[in-house]
């Protein structure tokens, strides 16, 4: 084992964890967001781009208030894609 996180188990489908199953969705699928959604924005919004500076220099320091993990997770599926996904099964 390498410790390296392979993907997230989510838990689709059904109404109040009744009818749900777990799929278990890979790393590369999901898009991480810093900034919150808004209540008006639409969920087909790509996330914003970020970059990384390349010129050898620090980043500045985070405030004492700066969340240091993203906001939210995003994944391009539909609903019934998420539906048709393998169940994922706990050892």
Do not use: C
């Not at 390498?2 to 838990?11: P, Q, R, T």
């Not at 109040?16 to 087909?44: C, I, W, Y």
């Not at 019934?80 to 169940?87: E, V, W």
């Amino acid at each position: 084992m390498s410790g390296k996180v392979s993907g997230v188990v989510i838990g689709v489908g059904g109404f109040l964890g009744l009818g749900q199953h777990d799929v278990l969705v890979p790393m590369e699928q999901l898009k991480f967001a810093n900034e919150p959604r808004s209540a008006t924005a639409p969920t087909t919004t790509a996330p914003p781009s970020t970059t990384t500076p390349t010129t050898g220099t620090t980043p500045p320091a985070r405030s004492a208030n700066e969340k240091w993990y993203p906001d939210h997770a995003l994944m391009s599926a539909t609903k019934d894609q998420l539906k048709g996904m393998p169940a994922f099964k706990y050892n």
